[in-house]
């Protein structure tokens, strides 16, 4: 197989998810293929091509440094799952 | 009046509202009734805002008695539900976004409402635009309205399927691998994935920063070149879109293609798995564009076999990095209950995202990871430079290039959801020109015959979607496919 359920685990939890059984088994399957096809990519001599990130080449978009209007605290936090005081409350994160 | 209201062309509801004959209010109510009317088989629609929809129209009326109208002046629109809209809920197709209400308008938005178009409702797609069936939306299931039991393709199908059923006069959506210009082909209707960088994504969620473009989807040709006027251009928020010229998309609709060179890409006509009746109507297309005076020339595309394969290895890259902003903090949905940070991530992850989000975060991690960034994700960046050459070079001795859009007519429902790569593989006309950044755009050219359309793809070089709205307003000028309506 060209990934290991170890490795799915692995890259789920760099990714933040979850997965059960079921899922594990699918996607360590399904995946496998997918990259196995990925994988015809190698046929390709690539050596001395440069890579390609943006299709239309831009240079730096710079702007001028303005004070701007911008969504004021309410407005930022009107769509939070929970909020108090102005801020974002979250678990307890340092123990 | 005899003529239903909401089977109207923008262009032909502009000369209406224009001389009075009818009202924006009239138009809206009409659509709005036809959506309540079939929506419950159609099922295009996550949110209709039909108290905003009806406000707008009564201050198009207003601007129209003072004489103020132009192309979209009281038009009422659809958009893709991944378009952020002030104070209303954009979904994403998402459980993770079900409930999320945009603090701001998109520029799209802006310009919509600056024009004077009546936002009607969003439509559903595949969750966070990753799909071609729109199956993968966590929220609704949507059907083709040419035949109930199909797909209307994806990720837009949404808001094509509202296009080809009347439940609106056009709509935006978004492109990304393919996601306006093959749901337009499977319902019948023209769509366009514009140059990257010619329409502002700012206020758009999303996928695949590299890829994704805004475009339209509309009942004909004329009506694409009047969105397209209403929404092109340079935007400082956006600081990939490009300060190219925009030109008057309408005035490019001339008859005639005397001179004018169609590249017929090798590859993609003799790849296998080409349905019959998707190759006979792309055969009589090209015949009906000679016989208005194009020549047909044949070209190479010579990495077109590793398309796919750099397609799902840029676009999962992107879209795992891309989609790490949802954790369940500032905005979206919670694990709610959760004592631990990263319980409350994976939790909150894993129970919204539907199964080809995560399915995709996964490649894209996985790529991205330590020890394999090159060989895959470097790799394809490279493949993806000549992918882009083979474009520049076909074009030296052609003007637009002509293929199918999707290998076969809309599938059924349930048919491909459980093999991810076949789902990919259907892609592969349209997903070359997201990665060159060149525009596309498809056009009906037949039907099958069980009924289902067929669409012809055009695309052409970088910021040259005036060509390719000229031949396909000519071809659409030769043919009667456009005219055909579903029947509901």
Same mark, same amino acid.
């Given at each position: ?7 799915? *685990? ?9 997965? @059960?059984? &079921?899922?594990?088994?699918?996607? =360590?399957?399904? $995946?496998?293929? *997918? ?9 390709? @001599?690539? &050596?001395?091509?440069?890579?390609? =990130?943006?299709? $239309? ?20 936090? =009107? ?17 | ?288 564009l000679e016989g208005l005076g194009a020549e047909c020339v044949g070209v190479s595309l010579p990495h077109t076999d590793y398309v796919v394969a750099v397609y799902y290895v840029i676009a999962s890259c992107e879209a795992s990095s891309n989609l790490a902003r949802y954790d369940g903090v500032r905005f979206g949905f919670r694990d709610e209950g959760q004592t631990d940070l990263i319980q409350m991530y994976r939790q909150t992850r894993s129970r919204g995202f539907g ?134």
């Open positions: 197989m060209k990934i290991t359920d170890d490795e799915v *685990i692995h890259v789920a939890n760099l990714a933040r998810l979850d997965l @059960d059984e &079921a899922s594990l088994k699918k996607f =360590s399957s399904q $995946i496998g293929k *997918i990259l196995e096809y990925i994988d015809t990519l190698n046929r390709v @001599d690539t &050596a001395g091509v440069v890579s390609t =990130s943006h299709a $239309i080449s831009l240079v730096n978009a710079f702007r001028e440094d303005r004070i701007q209007e911008h969504l004021d605290r309410d407005q930022a936090l =009107s769509n939070a799952p929970e909020k108090e005081e102005g801020s974002v409350v979250v678990p307890k994160v340092v123990g | 009046m005899a003529m239903k209201l909401h089977e109207l062309t923008i262009h032909k509801a502009c000369g209406l509202l224009a001389q009075k004959e009818i009202s924006s209010q009239e138009l809206t109510r009409a659509v709005l009734s036809r959506i309540e009317a079939v929506e419950d088989r159609v099922g295009a629609y996550i949110s209709v805002f039909e108290e905003e929809a009806m406000a707008r129209a009564k201050r198009a009326d207003r601007e129209i008695s003072k004489g103020h109208i132009r192309p979209l002046t009281g038009i009422p629109l659809s958009i893709k539900d991944l378009i952020c809209t002030k104070g209303l809920k954009t979904t994403c197709g998402s459980k993770i976004l079900e409930n999320f209400i945009p603090p701001y308008d998109a520029t799209l938005i802006e310009k919509l409402k600056g024009a004077g178009a009546v936002i009607l409702g969003k439509t559903n797609m595949d969750e966070f635009a990753m799909g071609s069936s729109t199956e993968n939306s966590g929220l609704k299931l949507t059907r083709n309205p040419w035949d109930l039991t199909c797909i209307p393709g994806g990720s837009s199908g949404g808001s094509a399927a509202s296009v080809a059923a009347d439940m609106c006069l056009g709509s935006f959506g978004s492109d990304t691998g393919g996601s306006i210009r093959q749901p337009a082909s499977h319902c019948g209707i023209i769509g366009m994935k514009p140059t990257y960088g010619r329409v502002s994504r700012f206020g758009l969620v999303a996928f695949a920063s590299s890829l994704d473009q805004i475009g339209p989807i509309s009942k004909d040709v004329t009506d694409c070149s009047l969105l397209m006027n209403a929404v092109s251009g340079y935007d400082l928020r956006d600081s990939t879109s490009v300060q190219a010229a925009v030109p008057d998309f309408t005035a490019c609709l001339q008859h005639g293609l005397k001179g004018l060179k169609i590249g017929i890409p090798e590859q993609y006509h003799s790849s296998g798995g080409l349905d019959p009746d998707v190759s006979a109507s792309v055969e009589n297309a090209l015949k009906v199964e080809e989000v995560q399915r995709r975060i996964i490649i894209g991690t996985y790529a991205l990871s330590a020890g394999y960034y090159d060989a895959y994700y470097g790799k394809a960046s490279q493949v993806r430079t000549l992918i882009g050459q083979d474009f520049n070079n076909a074009f030296n001795t052609c003007d637009v290039l002509i293929s199918p859009v999707a290998s076969t007519p809309a599938f059924k429902i349930g048919e491909k959801v459980d093999d991810p790569l076949t789902m990919y593989l259907s892609d592969v006309f349209t997903l070359a020109a997201n990665l060159a950044g060149i525009p596309g755009m498809s056009v009906p050219c037949g039907f099958s015959a069980g009924g289902l359309p067929i669409g012809l793809q055009i695309m052409g070089k970088h910021f040259n979607e005036e060509l390719l709205l000229k031949v396909a307003y000519n071809f659409e000028q030769a043919s009667d496919f456009h005219k055909k309506r579903p029947v509901l």
